[in-house]
C-alpha cells in the first residue's frame, strides 16, 4: 500500500467521522435545550388557554383544543399587582447592583493589585461569605431587619442581598482586574494622578466588561433569591416577583394556572435573554478569578 | 534605552515611589474597609447570633434574650421530624450532586461547542438556572399535578397510565422525593454547567494536541489528560451543587412544604417552618445550626481543588 493511498483512507474516515461528531452534537444540544426549556415551552402554551381546555384530563396538552385567549394573562396587569412586583424586583435590583459595586469594585482593587501579604487568605475568607447561605442566616437576620426597623419593607431585601452579592463580584472583579496590564496606572501615575485616580480614570474603564459582567450576575441573584424574601417582606405591595407571583395568583387551594405560568415567561425570558448575551464574559471571568495569580 | 530612562527617572521618583507604597497599605484598607464592615455586620453578627438563639427561648411572639443551654437541642433531638429531615437532606443532596455533575459536564460541552443557533441553545438552556426558582418551581407544580399533569396525559397515551389514572406525583412519598430531585437537578445543572464551562476553556489546547502529536489515543487522552485536567473543576461544581442543595428549600416549599407527611422535609426547610411559620426562633436555629459542619467540610474540600487548578 501506497503511502498516499493511506494518506486518503485517514482522510475519509477523519472526514466520515466529522460528519457523525456534528450530527451527534446537533442532536445533543437539540434535545438538551428542550428538556431545559420543557416546561417554559409548556407554560407558554399553558398561559393561553381557556379554562374549559385546560382543566379537562382528556385534551391533549400540547394543542389549543380550544381558540386560545389572552385574558389570564391580561388579568396578570389588570387585576393583580405584577407591575408593583417586577417594579419592586428592578428597584432592589438597581440598588443592590449598585452598592455591590460601590463596595465591590474598590475592595477587588485592594485585594488585587495592592499587593499586601494578607491579600491571598482575604481574598479566600470573602470567596468563603459567599457560601454561607441563607437557610443558616435568615432567622437571625429577620431579628436584625425587625431591630433596625426594616420589616415588611421591601428595603429590608436592599440591605441584606448585597450579603450574597458582595462576595461573589469581589471575585469575579479581582479575575478582571489582575487582567489589565500594570503598566497602565503606572504611566497614569507618572502622569501625576494619585494611586486613586489612576484607579478610578485609568483601571475602571477598562475594566467595563467585568463590571458589565457583575451587574448581570448580581442582578439575576437577587431577582431570584427566595428565602429572604420569603422571610421579611410580608405585605403585598412590598413583594418581589419570585414571592409576590405566587402569593397573589394562588389563593388556598386556587391557583390562577395560566396567570401564573404567564408571569413566569413574561419574567423568564428577559432575563436568561440579558444571561445568554453576557454568558461568555461572565465565563471569562469566573475562569480569571480562578486560575491567574 | 533602559538605563537611560532609569537615570533620567529614578531620582525624581524614587522619594515619590516610596511614598506611594506608604500609602498602598492604608489604602488597601480603605478600599476593603467597607466590605469588610457590611459582612461582618450581616453574616457574622447574625451566625453569632443564630448559634446564640439556638441556646435561648426567643420566639416571635417573645424576643426577650434567657439562656436555655442545651434544652433546644432535646427537644430537637426527639423530633422524629427532624432525623426525617436529616436523612431526605442526605438524600437529597447526594443524588442531585452526582445527577448535577455528570449532566452538567455533557451540558458544558453543549455549551462551549461552536455551532449554528448556539445562542438559542444557550438561551434555552440558561432559563431553567436565570429564572427565579419560586416561577419554575411553580412551572413543574403544574407538569406535576394531581389530575391535570402533562406528563399523566403522555404516559396514558402510551398506555402506562389507565383511562383515569394518575401518578400523584407529589402525593407519595418515595415520588415526590424523586420530583423534587428532579426539579432541583434541572434547575441547578445548567449553573453546574455554566461552572465547568469555564474549567474547560482554561484547559490549554496544546496539551491534548501534543498529546495526540505522540499518538495518544481517545481513551488514552481521555483518561490520562481530559479527566485529571476536568476533575478540579469539575470537584468545584460537585460542591457549589452540593452546597446549594444543602441548604435549598425554595423547591421543596414550592412544590410540596415538605409533605406528604413530610417526605421531602428537608433541614433547610423544617427550619423555616419552625423558626418563621411557628414562630419558635430558638427550634428553628437549632435546625439550621446542623447545616454548618458540613458546610464547613465542603468549603474546605472546595478550596483544596481551587488550589489544585491554581498549580496547574
Known amino acids: 500500500m501506497t503511502t498516499a493511498e493511506e494518506a486518503g483512507r485517514l482522510r475519509q474516515r ?7 461528531a456534528r450530527v451527534g452534537l446537533y442532536l445533543t444540544a437539540i434535545v438538551a435545550a428542550l428538556i431545559c426549556a420543557a416546561p417554559f415551552l409548556w407554560s407558554l402554551i399553558t398561559a393561553f388557554k381557556q379554562n374549559r381546555d385546560l382543566y379537562n384530563p382528556q385534551n391533549n396538552p400540547f394543542v389549543f383544543n380550544r ?57 479566600i475568607g470573602i470567596f468563603l461569605v459567599y457560601l454561607v447561605p441563607p ?84 442582578f439575576t441573584l437577587t431577582a431570584s433569591e427566595f428565602i429572604y424574601a420569603l422571610a421579611f417582606v410580608a405585605p403585598t405591595d412590598q413583594m418581589s416577583v419570585s414571592i409576590g407571583v405566587p402569593t397573589q395568583l394562588v389563593r388556598g387551594d386556587v391557583f390562577f394556572w395560566q396567570s401564573l405560568q404567564g408571569a413566569t415567561v413574561l419574567v423568564a425570558v428577559p432575563i436568561a435573554l440579558v444571561f445568554t448575551w453576557f454568558l461568555d464574559r461572565f465565563v471569562a471571568g469566573f475562569t480569571m478569578g480562578a486560575v491567574k495569580e | 534605552m533602559a538605563t537611560a530612562t532609569d537615570t533620567v527617572t529614578s ?25 469588610i464592615v457590611y459582612i461582618a455586620a450581616l453574616v457574622g453578627v447574625p451566625f453569632v447570633l443564630a448559634i446564640a438563639f439556638a441556646f435561648s427561648d426567643v420566639t416571635a411572639g417573645d424576643p426577650s434574650y434567657d439562656f436555655v443551654g442545651f434544652r433546644n437541642f432535646e427537644r430537637v433531638f426527639h423530633d422524629p421530624v427532624f432525623w426525617r429531615a436529616l436523612g431526605n437532606t442526605f438524600v437529597f443532596t447526594l443524588i442531585s450532586m452526582v445527577l448535577i455533575v455528570v449532566l452538567g459536564k455533557v451540558l458544558a460541552n453543549i455549551l462551549i461547542a461552536d455551532f ?23 412551572s413543574w407544580l403544574w407538569l406535576l399535578d394531581s389530575i391535570y399533569s402533562p406528563i399523566d396525559w403522555m404516559l396514558r397515551q402510551f398506555g402506562a397510565l389507565g383511562p383515569a389514572e394518575n401518578m400523584y406525583w407529589l402525593g407519595q412519598p418515595g415520588l415526590s ?83 406528604p407527611n413530610d417526605a421531602t422535609q428537608v433541614l433547610a426547610s423544617w427550619a423555616f417552618y419552625r423558626g418563621i411559620d411557628g414562630g419558635d426562633v430558638a427550634q428553628g436555629a437549632v435546625i439550621a ?24
Open chain 2, 289 to 312: 445550626l446542623f447545616l454548618f459542619p458540613l458546610l464547613l467540610a465542603a468549603a474546605v474540600l472546595i478550596l483544596r481543588a481551587v488550589r489544585r487548578i491554581e498549580v496547574r
Open chain 2, 177 to 259: 422525593m424523586a420530583s423534587v430531585i428532579v426539579v432541583h437537578v434541572w434547575r441547578l445543572t445548567p449553573l453546574a454547567a455554566v461552572i465547568m464551562m469555564a474549567g474547560l476553556m482554561a484547559i490549554p489546547k496544546d496539551i491534548d494536541e501534543a498529546a495526540r502529536v505522540d499518538g495518544a489515543g481517545y481513551w488514552r487522552r481521555m483518561f490520562e489528560i481530559t479527566i485529571p485536567l476536568v476533575l478540579p473543576v469539575a470537584a468545584v461544581a460537585a460542591l457549589f451543587g452540593a452546597i446549594f442543595t444543602f441548604t435549598d428549600m425554595a423547591v421543596v416549599r414550592v412544590l410540596t412544604r415538605g409533605g
Open chain 1, 14 to 20: 477523519y472526514a466520515r467521522r466529522h460528519v457523525l
Open chain 1, 135 to 218: 437557610s443558616l442566616l435568615f432567622l437571625a437576620l429577620s431579628r436584625i431587619v425587625v431591630a433596625v426597623g426594616l420589616q415588611d419593607s421591601t428595603w429590608s431585601l436592599v440591605l441584606i442581598y448585597p450579603t450574597i452579592t458582595i462576595p461573589v463580584s469581589v471575585w469575579l472583579l479581582m479575575g478582571f482586574l489582575k487582567n489589565i496590564p500594570k503598566d497602565i496606572e503606572e504611566q497614569a501615575m507618572v502622569d501625576g494622578y494619585s494611586r486613586v485616580g489612576a484607579f478610578v480614570r485609568a483601571v475602571l474603564p477598562l475594566a467595563y466588561p467585568g463590571i458589565i459582567a457583575v451587574v448581570v450576575f448580581a
Open chain 1, 67 to 123: 381558540p386560545p385567549t389572552s385574558d389570564h394573562v391580561g388579568y396578570l396587569f389588570t387585576d393583580t399587582e405584577f407591575l408593583t412586583f417586577v417594579a419592586n424586583t428592578l428597584l432592589v435590583g438597581v440598588l443592590v447592583v449598585l452598592i455591590t459595586l460601590a463596595l465591590g469594585l474598590p475592595a477587588a482593587y485592594a485585594l488585587a493589585r495592592l499587593d499586601r501579604p494578607w491579600s491571598g487568605p482575604m481574598a
Open chain 2, 116 to 138: 449554528r443557533g448556539k445562542w438559542l441553545v444557550r438561551f434555552l438552556v440558561l432559563l431553567a438556572w436565570t429564572t427565579p426558582v419560586a416561577l419554575s418551581s411553580i
Open chain 2, 11 to 35: 531620582p525624581a521618583t524614587a522619594p515619590a515611589r516610596r511614598r506611594l507604597a506608604d500609602r498602598d497599605g492604608l489604602l488597601a484598607w480603605g478600599f476593603l474597609l467597607p466590605s
